[in-house]
């Protein structure tokens, strides 16, 4: 099945991402999404790149050499990642534009096999619902603000999608706390049947190519149940879209 075409200047930006798998696929899973919780993928930078995180040092370790990073590298990755945060990625894993993610993965990533880059890209009205869902709440007296989340300053830039990439298809997602995105699966919501309710089918990549197709996907998840810390934003269809790792000539 050949993805259909879809005009990325319909789309802003929510987002750049670069991940790669790093346990296999499970059934009722995907290899393309950016949902985050029980993920077969990780994405870098996480909060273990940065040195002020509470995080194990042996976990760091760990996860560091999941995208080839060799446990001496780690003070520089946290030297890099403490000064970009904020400016080239938020909390934890959004990266603002596609060059800081092109930069990263040239500084840190040559030993990640099968690394992907994503720009995530959404229509107005959603990223204008992304901002609103995740604007900070108001300082509490005596306690330190709450910083804005990465999903929330790149939605602030409001600028389109990067041009040179190829539509995969949409994904139903919700902005969550403690992460950038998750979807249906990643919430263990039954995907499958929703789309066999609608009639609905979804492409080679697990995806949906129609945006319209994809949002009545959406109105359906909005009915279920999910177990956690309260969503931050509705159910919406984000267009995964593949980029080079390096800008064509």
């Known amino acids: 099945m050949v993805t259909r075409t879809v ?56 996860d560091a050499q999941q995208f080839g990073i060799a446990g001496a590298d780690l003070a520089r990755v946290h030297a890099w990642a403490d000064a970009a945060f ?6 934890w894993d959004v990266i603002f534009r596609i060059e800081d ?16 880059l994503w720009g995530l ?52 997602l919700i902005a969550e706390v403690g992460c950038s995105f998750n979807s249906p699966a990643s919430l263990h919501l039954n995907e499958a049947a929703v789309w066999n309710r609608l009639g609905i089918r979804p492409n080679e ?13 959406c109105r359906e998840f909005a009915s279920a149940e999910v177990a956690g810390p309260a969503p931050l934003s509705a159910w919406f269809p984000g267009l995964i879209v593949r980029y080079p790792l390096e800008p064509s000539v």
């Open 86 to 91: 904020g400016k080239a990625f938020g909390a």
């Open 121 to 172: 890209g959404v229509r107005r009205s959603v990223l204008e619902g992304l901002q609103q869902g995740t604007e900070p709440p108001p300082q509490v007296p005596g306690y330190a603000p709450t910083g804005a989340s990465g999903v929330h300053l790149t939605t602030e830039l409001g600028q389109p999608l990067a041009p040179g990439g190829t539509p995969l298809g949409h994904e139903p």
């Open 205 to 217: 990549h697990g995806l949906i190519d129609s945006y319209d197709e994809a949002l009545a996907g």
């Open 101 to 116: 993610a092109r930069t990263i993965a040239r500084m840190f990533l040559s030993g990640a096999q099968g690394l992907e």
């Open 7 to 62: 005009g990325l200047d319909e789309y802003l930006s929510a987002g750049y991402f670069l991940s790669r798998l790093v346990d296999p696929v499970r059934p009722g899973h995907r290899a393309i999404t950016l949902g985050h919780d029980h993920s077969p993928r990780r994405f870098f930078p996480e909060s273990w790149a940065l040195s002020w995180c509470k995080e194990p040092p042996e976990r760091r370790v760990r």
